[in-house]
């Protein structure tokens, strides 16, 4: 199905994560030209860059903006700079993000202000710049990666929940402020997803976790970038905006 994505420019922070990659080959493989995120080394790009080379993909398709999140007062900077290069964003994905999973009683102030930061505050912010071009532009859509722990269960990760759950409701937030400015605004909530930000959770909890899961196995990134695909297209989502879409599994039935 042609999705309409391939004139698109799409930003995409916490492109080096297993699910960021996941999101980043999926806007390629509909032709769209994206800018991934990435902070430190370039090398860091070197896996999606062979995977584009084995699918004949053109690396003048990825044009990666090296940016720290915690770096907030450059994320104004960034946007112009993406602005600049390309003359749009049509698409935001917030993906990135840090788990943490720690009894409430053990966090030290420390723990609360990188859960907040690294997955709401820095995502805010870099929201809010992205916007001003959007609002000029009449159009948008806004994708956050949010989490199942949002919502539901979240023993041991309570700052994580916690802030996940402040993405998902400025997510509902900012859907009815920017709907009239013709920007769409969505959040994908994944429940246990095969990457290395959970491999100890399956560690130590893969069979009770499988027991649970209708579909009985774990999601891939290709099932949250499908998604991701699906709220990203005018032609599959033009009139869904302010949802927490949940790809779990059916976990959260349980």
Wanted: hydrophobic share 40%; charged share 25%; proline share 3%.
């Amino acid at each position: 199905m042609n999705l309409n994505l391939d004139t698109k420019i799409i930003l995409i922070s916490g492109a080096t994560g297993g699910i960021g990659e996941g999101i980043c080959q999926a806007f390629l493989e509909e032709k769209a030209m994206i800018v991934p995120l990435f902070r430190g080394h370039s090398e860091r790009l070197n896996p999606l860059f062979t995977w584009m080379e084995n699918h004949g993909i053109s690396k003048d398709m990825c044009q990666p903006e090296n940016f720290d999140l915690k770096d907030k007062s450059k994320s104004k900077k960034l946007v112009q700079s993406v602005l600049e290069k390309h003359g749009k964003i049509d698409i935001l994905v917030n993906c990135a993000g840090k788990s943490m999973e720690k009894p409430f009683l053990l966090h030290e102030d420390e723990d609360f202000n990188e859960m907040l930061d690294l997955n709401f505050t820095s995502l805010a912010v870099l929201t809010r710049e992205v916007l001003r071009p959007m609002m000029k532009q009449r159009s948008g859509s806004i994708i956050n990666i949010s989490s199942l722990l949002s919502h539901r269960f979240g023993r041991g990760v309570t700052a994580y929940a916690a802030a996940k759950a402040g993405v998902d409701r400025l997510t509902e937030s900012l859907a009815s402020e920017m709907g009239k400015k013709g920007i769409r605004i969505n959040s994908i909530c994944p429940g246990v997803i095969e990457t290395k930000m959970s491999n100890a959770l399956t560690f130590n909890l893969g069979d009770q976790l499988m027991e649970r899961t209708p579909l009985g196995r774990y999601g891939k990134p290709e099932d949250i970038a499908q998604a991701c695909l699906f709220l990203a297209s005018e032609k599959t989502a033009s009139f869904i905006t302010g949802q927490r879409f949940v790809v779990d599994g059916g976990i959260s039935l349980l």
